[in-house]
């Protein structure tokens, strides 16, 4: 398989073929970050078809520092599309109620991957996007806030909030299952 290094070096070559190798290899995962954050497949693919022509344009400007580095570029630039387009379209709102944690532990893993990715999608805007860039950007409380234009408590209490109002979906569903 080739390596990110070789294919950025036949990119930066002018190889066209790479340009479309780039496309095949990240579009599948950079999707999934896309609808991590924007549950409506359509719009989702719109901001994915966006992203790529942003890396495309810049790819010339990525510093390569090891395997793994253009594919967290990558998903870094969607991510930030995304929330683009959810600031764009006022999509950000506050939940004053958010139900009751369950006092019986939740296992996550019990849940199926897409059942998860639909219940973080069912989650109020504001939750999803600091969700996602606490949990799967590893962005910290003061970074989030600084991305968002909130305050680092804002941040902080909206993850609560997501974390609380996404275990309980787990919950409701677990016991659904059981039944």
Same mark, same amino acid.
């Given at each position: 398989?080739?390596?990110?290094?070789?294919?950025? *070096? #036949?990119?930066?070559?002018?190889?066209? #073929? /790479? +340009?479309?190798?780039?496309?095949?290899?990240?579009? $599948?995962? /950079?999707?999934?970050? #896309?609808?991590?954050?924007?549950?409506?497949?359509?719009? #989702?693919?719109?901001? +994915?078809?966006?992203?790529?022509? =942003?890396?495309?344009? %810049?790819?010339? =400007?990525?510093?390569?520092?090891?395997?793994?580095?253009? @594919?967290?570029?990558?998903?870094?630039?969607?991510?930030?599309?995304?929330?683009?387009? +959810?600031?764009?379209? *006022?999509?950000?709102?506050?939940? $004053?109620?958010?139900?009751?944690?369950?006092?019986?532990?939740?296992?996550?893993? *019990?849940?199926?991957?897409?059942?998860?990715?639909?219940?973080?999608?069912?989650?109020?805007?504001?939750?999803?996007?600091? +969700?996602?860039?606490?949990?799967?950007?590893? %962005?910290?409380?003061?970074?989030?806030?600084?991305?968002?234009?909130? =305050?680092?408590?804002?941040? %902080?209490?909206?993850?609560?909030? /997501?974390? @609380?109002?996404? @275990?309980?979906?787990?919950?409701?569903?677990? =016991?659904?299952?059981?039944?």
């Amino acid at each position: 398989m080739e390596t990110e290094r070789q294919l950025l *070096e #036949a990119i930066n070559n002018g190889e066209r #073929a /790479a +340009l479309h190798r780039l496309y095949d290899r990240y579009s $599948d995962y /950079a999707m999934g970050v #896309a609808l991590r954050y924007i549950p409506q497949h359509e719009v #989702a693919r719109d901001v +994915l078809q966006d992203s790529f022509v =942003k890396i495309l344009t %810049s790819i010339d =400007k990525f510093n390569y520092r090891g395997e793994g580095t253009l @594919k967290s570029w990558v998903c870094r630039i969607v991510a930030n599309s995304a929330i683009d387009y +959810l600031r764009q379209q *006022e999509h950000f709102m506050t939940v $004053d109620s958010i139900p009751d944690e369950p006092e019986e532990e939740t296992d996550m893993e *019990e849940v199926p991957p897409d059942v998860l990715l639909e219940m973080i999608g069912r989650l109020p805007t504001n939750y999803r996007v600091v +969700l996602n860039l606490y949990v799967f950007e590893h %962005s910290s409380h003061r970074e989030i806030g600084l991305q968002l234009g909130i =305050k680092e408590s804002t941040s %902080s209490s909206i993850f609560f909030r /997501a974390r @609380k109002m996404l @275990k309980t979906m787990i919950w409701e569903y677990l =016991k659904e299952q059981e039944t």
